[in-house]
T-cell receptor, first 115, second 111 residues
Framework: EAQVTQNPRYLITVTGKKLTVTCSQNMNHEYMSWYRQDPGLGLRQIYYSMNVEVTDKGDVPEGYKVSRKEKRNFPLILESPSPNQTSLYFC????WGRGRGTEAFFGQGTRLTVV | DAKTTQPTSMDCAEGRAANLPCNHSTISGNEYVYWYRQIHSQGPQYIIHGLKNNETNEMASLIITEDRKSSTLILPHATLRDTAVYYCIVISSGNTGKLIFGQGTTLQVKP
């Protein structure tokens, strides 16, 4: 079954404690990205990757890091989480990063709370 | 990428067709119309997309006006499980792949 898998689904952590949210896809997609969703602000892109070792900032990259060492994995790293990073996070992947064929598959989300 | 305008909310009776409009009056020739939906904080789900012709798949139909300035997503026989926020997104062929989600339309399917 084609899917994007995020882990963990829920996480409560303390300010400053480094954490990683994993994302893995089994569709051999080149393009992967991370979004955060906040009430009243909708979904906003954090980072994206168009292929292995190619990453770039989205609209709200501050406080986040990513890596793309393998095609299937695209972890989101919070080096020093702060309460304003409390949010619902989604990983997405698609076959091709350009307009045509941007049928993106999303993970089930990670609800992060930073206290 | 062109901006889209959607009604904030709509109701639909179960079993009836749900017609969700989207205005994208500034769309340009190389921009596609995509529809996604999000069911109660789950990950968004792709529904359908089109450029200028009407499209249909197992989930829905997409009707794009001839001038391409608006479109309508049609769920032919809405069920309670179709209750969700529906997003209309316009993406250019040169886009990096970023999806710009507006506020969408909250569709409530009622028994």
């Amino acid at each position: 079954e084609a899917q994007v898998t995020q882990n963990p689904r829920y996480l409560i952590t303390v300010t400053g404690k480094k954490l990683t949210v994993t994302c893995s896809q089994n569709m051999n997609h080149e393009y992967m990205s991370w979004y955060r969703q906040d009430p009243g602000l909708g979904l906003r892109q954090i980072y994206y990757s168009m292929n292995v070792e190619v990453t770039d900032k989205g609209d709200v990259p501050e406080g986040y890091k990513v890596s793309r060492k393998e095609k299937r994995n695209f972890p989101l790293i919070l080096e020093s989480p702060s309460p304003n990073q409390t949010s619902l996070y989604f990983c997405a992947s698609s076959l091709w990063g350009r307009g045509r064929g941007t049928e993106a598959f999303f993970g089930q989300g990670t609800r992060l709370t930073v206290v | 990428d062109a901006k889209t305008t959607q009604p904030t909310s709509m109701d639909c009776a179960e079993g009836r067709a749900a017609n969700l409009p989207c205005n994208h009056s500034t769309i340009s020739g190389n921009e596609y119309v995509y529809w996604y939906r999000q069911i109660h904080s789950q990950g968004p789900q792709y529904i359908i997309h089109g450029l200028k012709n009407n499209e249909t798949n197992e989930m829905a139909s997409l009707i794009i006006t001839e001038d391409r300035k608006s479109s309508t997503l049609i769920l032919p026989h809405a069920t309670l499980r179709d209750t969700a926020v529906y997003y209309c997104i316009v993406i250019s062929s040169g886009n990096t792949g970023k999806l710009i989600f507006g506020q969408g339309t909250t569709l409530q399917v009622k028994p």
